[in-house]
C-alpha cells in the first residue's frame, strides 16, 4: 500500500469569501479531499503581517470556516484549524528564520509586489518572514504538496530551499512540498481585474440572488462593444468567462451570438447570472445552516485543532532530536 500524500491548503482569514476563491481554489481542495491527506490551515497570523488591528481576526476566521464547509470541505476528513492555537508553528518558524538569508526575503517577489500595492515604506521583520511562517505551515504537517495560485509560487519556492537546507544540516525530517496549481485560470473581477476584496469588484459566495444580479449589471464587458448588435470580442470579455466556468454547454453558442452581434451583453450577463445563481444555491443553503448553528463551527475548530496539535507536537519532536536538543 502506497502512503497517501500530504496537501497543505491555507488561507488568510480577511472575510468572506468570493467567486475567485471558489473556482481558484476551494473546488480544488474539494477536489482533493479523497485522494490526500488534507490540512486546511486558517492563516490568522499571517493577516498581522498587513494589518496589526486584531479585532476582526477571530470573526473572520469563524466567517471564512463556514464558507470552506459550505463548499464541501469534510473536517471529518480532513482538519480545519486556526495556525495561532497550535503553538508549534511559532516554534518552527523561529528555528527556519536561521536558515534563510534576509537577503533571500528582500528578493521573494511575493513580498515585492505587496510592498508595492500597499505601499509600505517600512517593512517589519515579520511581514518579511511571512513565507518563513508559511515554510512552517507546511512543514509541520510534512505537507508534500500546497494548492496554490501562481503568486503564492515564490513563497512555496522559499519553503523548499528551507526543507533542504534544514536536511542538510541536521538530517532528512522534510519533504521539499511542490506547488500544486488550479487547472481553471484565475477568475477576473466584475471589472476585468483580478477579482479581490480590496479592489471591491467581487462576487461572495454569501451573496444572495438579487445581489448577484446588481452586481452582473455593471459588470465590465468589450469595450468595442457599445450597441446591443454591436460585435463583440468573448476573447477579452470577463463575462465570458464566466460563462465558461458556470455554464460550459451553452459557451459555443454565447461565442457565436456575441461575435455576430445577434446577442447583447444584457441578455448574456441575465444568462451568465441565472447559471452564477444556481450553482451557489447549494451553498447558500449550507451556509445559512452553519450560521444558525455557531456552536457546531466553534466545535469544528476544536477537533481540527486538537488534531493539528498531535501532528505538529510529532514533527516537532523530530526536529529537536535531529537538532539534538534532546
Ligand atoms: N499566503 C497564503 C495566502 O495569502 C496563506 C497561507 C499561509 C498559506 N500559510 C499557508 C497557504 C500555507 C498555503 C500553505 O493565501
Redesign the pocket.
Known amino acids: 500500500m502506497t502512503q497517501k500524500k500530504t496537501i497543505?491548503?491555507?488561507?488568510?482569514p480577511t472575510g468572506k469569501l468570493h467567486l475567485g476563491h471558489l473556482v481558484g481554489a476551494l473546488e480544488n481542495w474539494v477536489a482533493l479531499q479523497g485522494e490526500y491527506n488534507n490540512y486546511h490551515?486558517i492563516?490568522d497570523y499571517?493577516v498581522l503581517t498587513t494589518n496589526l488591528d486584531s479585532s476582526q481576526i477571530y470573526a473572520n476566521a469563524i466567517d471564512m470556516t463556514i464558507d470552506w464547509l459550505a463548499a464541501g470541505i469534510d473536517p471529518a476528513r480532513s482538519p480545519i484549524f486556526r495556525?495561532s492555537q497550535v503553538k508549534e508553528h511559532t516554534e518552527l518558524h523561529l528555528l527556519f528564520s536561521m536558515l534563510i538569508t534576509a537577503a533571500r526575503l528582500e528578493r521573494n517577489p511575493a513580498v515585492k509586489d505587496q510592498v508595492r500595492d500597499l505601499n509600505i515604506e517600512n517593512i517589519t521583520y515579520g511581514h518579511l518572514g511571512?513565507p518563513v511562517?508559511?515554510a512552517a505551515?507546511?512543514l509541520l504537517y510534512k505537507?508534500d504538496l500546497?494548492?496554490?495560485?501562481e503568486d503564492?509560487v515564490p513563497?512555496?519556492e522559499i519553503a523548499r530551499e528551507i526543507a533542504r537546507r534544514f536536511n542538510t544540516q541536521y538530517g532528512g525530517v522534510f519533504p521539499e512540498p511542490e506547488p500544486k496549481l488550479t487547472k481553471f485560470a484565475r477568475l477576473p473581477g466584475l471589472d476585468g481585474k483580478r477579482m479581490s476584496k480590496s479592489i471591491g469588484n467581487t462576487i461572495l459566495l454569501s451573496d444572495q440572488p438579487d445581489a448577484i444580479q446588481q452586481k452582473m449589471r455593471g459588470a465590465v464587458t468589450d469595450v468595442q462593444k457599445v450597441r446591443k448588435n454591436d460585435p463583440g470580442r468573448p476573447e477579452v470579455c470577463l463575462v465570458f468567462t464566466y460563462h465558461q466556468k458556470f455554464n460550459p454547454g451553452e459557451t459555443t453558442e454565447i461565442e457565436t451570438g456575441c461575435r455576430s452581434g445577434a446577442l447583447g451583453c444584457v441578455e448574456c450577463k441575465k444568462r451568465a447570472c441565472a447559471k452564477i445563481t444556481d450553482a451557489l444555491t447549494p451553498f447558500r443553503e449550507k451556509r445559512a445552516y452553519f450560521d444558525a448553528h455557531p456552536g457546531e463551527v466553534e466545535e469544528i475548530l476544536k477537533d481540527g485543532e486538537s488534531r493539528a496539535r498531535v501532528r505538529a507536537a510529532a514533527t516537532m519532536a523530530e526536529v529537536r532530536t535531529a537538532m539534538k536538543f534532546g
Open positions: 497543505l491548503s491555507g488561507m488568510r490551515l492563516a499571517h495556525q511571512y511562517l508559511q505551515d507546511i505537507g500546497v494548492p496554490v495560485g503564492q513563497h512555496v
